[in-house]
């Protein structure tokens, strides 16, 4: 039976034991760092399964140690805070966090956090070792999507996205002009109820349109559907590339 590691980064002595526990608990390796330097020395070290990440780190915070994570690694990155205000979750976000939880929080939640993100990252890697998975490109207008590279370009435009962010826009492109309710798309991109908190899906819909849309502010794509959520937004169905070019072969 596989063991994840698992690297917790936190200045506070308590709030590390207690998630150590926990984790533990769960039969996970827990190794702890209390400061963002020696955070950055252990991710290469040890290339962890998953980041448990306090932002406000003293000397270097936990923005920061994310961005020089993300440099070399797609690990996931689940923020820990008691800075709640959405400008501070956008910002955890938009650097490469995958999800975010404020203190207090409940240890079984935190769990709960975690053990969904890894579940993710495994089905992710048994699609990419699946070698006899056919090729399948979506393309709406100048938008292509390429399921399996994981890769999106928008015309000449390569666009670069986070793991939870390709998730997102991939699954609603394959499931075209139908709306989902904020706590579905929560379920099925992070694979673990939201319990109420929204705002990781929100922001990561913000981020999509700023990237993929010439006009976030009117968007051709993701589309708020009022008292629902969200839906992309095509009057035509998606284009299987590889299919249309078998055909005309």
């Keep these: 039976m596989e063991v994840h590691t698992i690297l917790v980064v936190d200045d506070e002595p308590e709030i590390t034991e207690l998630i150590q526990m926990y984790l533990t608990r769960e039969g996970y390796n827990v190794y702890i760092a209390d400061n963002g330097t ?3 020395l252990l991710a290469e070290q040890m290339n962890p399964d998953l980041i ?3 932002i406000l780190l003293k000397e270097l915070d936990g923005i920061e140690v994310c961005r020089q994570i993300r440099k070399s690694s797609d690990v996931p990155i689940l923020f820990v805070s008691c800075k709640d205000d959405d400008n501070d979750i956008i910002h955890g976000l938009s650097v490469g966090g995958d999800d975010y ?3 207090p929080f409940s240890p079984r939640q935190l769990v709960a956090r975690v053990q969904a993100q890894l579940r993710r990252t495994r089905r992710l890697e048994r699609q990419s070792a699946d070698a006899n998975k056919p090729a ?3 393309q709406f207008g100048e938008l292509v999507i390429d399921l399996d590279g994981r890769t999106v370009q928008c015309g000449e435009r390569s666009i670069s996205l986070s ?3 390709f998730d997102l826009l991939s699954y609603l492109a394959q499931n075209p002009n139908k709306a989902f309710r904020l706590d579905d798309l929560y379920q099925v991109v992070w694979g673990a109820s939201s319990i109420g908190d929204t705002r990781t899906l929100m922001v990561h819909i913000s981020n999509l349109r700023k990237k993929i849309e010439c006009d976030p502010a009117s968007p051709r794509y993701i589309h708020t ?3 629902i959520g969200y839906k992309f937004q095509t009057k035509e169905g998606p284009t299987d590339v590889l299919s249309r070019q078998m055909e005309g072969l």
């Design 136 to 138: 399948s490109l979506l």
């Design 163 to 165: 793991v939870k962010e």
């Design 52 to 54: 448990v990440l306090d």
């Design 225 to 227: 559907v009022r008292g």
């Design 101 to 103: 939880i404020t203190k």
């Design 38 to 40: 020696d955070a950055i």
